[in-house]
């Protein structure tokens, strides 16, 4: 079976992804099922070097249990929620926290490709404040 991957674009970088089928078959698969996705990105609050977004309604919310549950997030990847209230994107040094405290989510994809360059441009959002996201399906 072939990796499916997603193309990633922030302030004019684009970085490429592989979905991680392999951790988390349903939740990667309802996150193919949204794409593409034109969306605006907001810095996270509580959780650390991360952004997020509001995936609403959609294959998401039809995924109610976690799949390989982390809540430290590795620089690179993206995870979900179950029920598809959240997307982030881990650019650094990342534990999860909900208004609740800590909490687990489920890894769905992998920066493979600029990498770097795209992480970087993530960083500035703390600074710089919310930004368009473009994500589609690249193969």
């Given at each position: 079976?072939?990796?499916?991957?997603?193309?990633?674009?922030?302030?004019?970088?684009?970085?490429?992804?592989?979905?991680?089928?392999?951790?988390?078959?349903?939740?990667?698969?309802?996150?193919?099922?949204?794409?593409?996705?034109?969306?605006?990105?907001?810095?996270?609050?509580?959780?650390?070097?991360?952004?997020?977004?509001?995936?609403?309604?959609?294959?998401?919310t039809?995924?109610?249990?976690?799949?390989?549950?982390?809540c430290?997030?590795?620089?690179?990847?993206?995870?979900?929620?179950?029920r598809?209230?959240e997307?982030?994107?881990?650019?650094?040094?990342?534990?999860?926290?909900?208004?609740?405290?800590?909490?687990?989510?489920?890894?769905?994809?992998?920066?493979?490709?600029?990498?770097?360059?795209f992480l970087?441009?993530?960083?500035?959002?703390?600074?710089?404040?919310d930004?368009?996201?473009?994500?589609?399906?690249?193969?």
């Open positions: 079976m072939s990796t499916r991957q997603i193309r990633l674009r922030v302030d004019g970088v684009e970085a490429v992804a592989k979905l991680r089928d392999d951790l988390s078959p349903r939740m990667a698969e309802a996150f193919w099922q949204t794409l593409p996705v034109e969306t605006s990105i907001s810095h996270a609050m509580w959780t650390g070097s991360a952004c997020y977004y509001y995936p609403g309604e959609g294959p998401f039809e995924v109610e249990e976690l799949e390989y549950p982390v430290s997030i590795y620089p690179g990847f993206v995870v979900a929620r179950p598809g209230s997307v982030m994107f881990s650019y650094g040094p990342t534990e999860y926290r909900w208004n609740i405290g800590t909490d687990y989510l489920t890894p769905i994809a992998q920066i493979t490709d600029n990498r770097e360059a970087a441009v993530l960083a500035r959002m703390h600074d710089e404040g930004k368009s996201i473009s994500i589609e399906r690249a193969g």
